[in-house]
C-alpha cells in the first residue's frame, strides 16, 4: 500500500510539472522567433538582392518574403504594418511566385507578371494597390505579361531561386521555409527569424522593434484576410468616410 502511495505522488508530480512545461513551451516557447547563427552574411545579401519593394523608414528593415495566395501574410500586413511603419521600421517586402511541384502551377498567370514587375519596378504603390484587389479578380492592368516574355520569365525565375538559395540557408538554423517569413535584427543587432503565420508569433517581433506586444489596429476576420483591403476593418471603414 506504501509503495502505490509513493508512485502515485509520484505520478502525479510529474504529469504536473509535465503539463507546466508543456503549457510554457505551448503559450510561450513555441512563439519565439529564431536566432540565425548560420550564414547570416549569405542571407543578408539574398534579401538585400532580392526585388524587395518597401515604403522607406530609417529605422532598422524587416524583410518579409511572401506570396500572393497567403492569407497569414495578408493578416501581418494589415494588422502590423501600421505600427511597424509609425516606428520607423523599413518594411521590405519580398513577393515571390512559388515554383511548380509535380508539374502543378501554384501561381497565376497574373500573379508571375506581378512578381516580375514588382521587383523590375521596386514599386511600393503596386504591392498596394495589389493587396486592395481580391486575388481571384486582380487583372494586373497595365503590366506587361511575364508569360512568353523571355526578359520578365527570367525574372520570375529569379524570384524562385530566390527561394531555392535561401530554403537550406534557414534550414541550417532550424527555421523551415514558410510564409510569410520575417528577416530582422533585433536590438543587439542579432540576425533573427520567424514564419509567423500566428498571431501568438507577433509580440517578441513588436518588442525588438521597441512596440508594445499586442496592437490597438484593429484585427482581420479570419477567412477575410483576402478581402480586398489593405487595412483591417475599422481602418479601411475610416478611409471610406
Not at 118 to 146: E, K, T
Not at 192 to 214: I, K
Request: some cysteine; glycine content about 6%; aromatic content about 8%.
Amino acid at each position: 500500500m506504501k509503495n502505490f502511495k509513493l508512485w502515485a505522488a509520484l505520478a502525479l508530480v510529474v504529469l504536473v510539472v509535465g503539463g507546466g512545461l508543456f503549457a510554457y513551451w505551448n503559450f510561450e516557447l513555441r512563439w519565439r522567433p529564431t536566432t540565425v547563427e548560420k550564414n547570416q552574411e549569405e542571407i543578408a545579401a539574398l534579401l538585400e538582392s532580392a526585388g524587395w519593394v518597401s515604403p522607406g523608414g530609417e529605422g532598422r528593415p524587416l524583410y518579409m518574403v511572401a506570396h500572393r495566395d497567403c492569407a497569414d501574410c495578408l493578416r501581418f500586413m494589415a494588422e502590423q504594418f501600421p505600427d511597424l511603419q509609425a516606428a520607423g521600421v523599413d518594411t521590405r517586402v519580398i513577393m515571390v511566385a512559388r515554383p511548380d511541384v509535380n508539374a502543378l502551377s501554384q501561381s497565376t498567370p497574373m500573379e508571375r507578371s506581378t512578381v516580375a514587375e514588382l521587383w523590375l519596378s521596386r514599386d511600393w504603390d503596386l504591392l498596394q494597390r495589389w493587396r486592395a484587389v481580391p486575388a481571384a479578380q486582380w487583372d494586373a492592368p497595365g503590366i506587361r505579361p511575364a508569360d512568353g516574355d523571355p526578359a520578365r520569365s527570367a525574372v520570375v525565375e529569379a524570384s524562385r531561386r530566390f527561394l531555392a538559395e535561401l530554403e537550406p540557408l534557414m534550414a541550417g538554423n532550424g527555421v523551415d521555409l514558410g510564409y510569410p517569413l520575417l528577416v530582422w535584427w533585433d536590438e543587439a543587432d542579432q540576425m533573427t527569424a520567424c514564419v509567423c503565420q500566428r498571431r501568438e508569433s507577433y509580440a517578441d517581433l513588436r518588442q525588438d522593434f521597441g512596440l508594445p506586444a499586442e496592437s490597438d489596429t484593429p484585427l482581420v476576420p479570419d477567412g477575410e484576410e483576402d478581402a480586398g483591403r489593405m487595412t483591417a476593418p475599422e481602418e479601411a471603414s475610416e478611409a471610406a468616410i
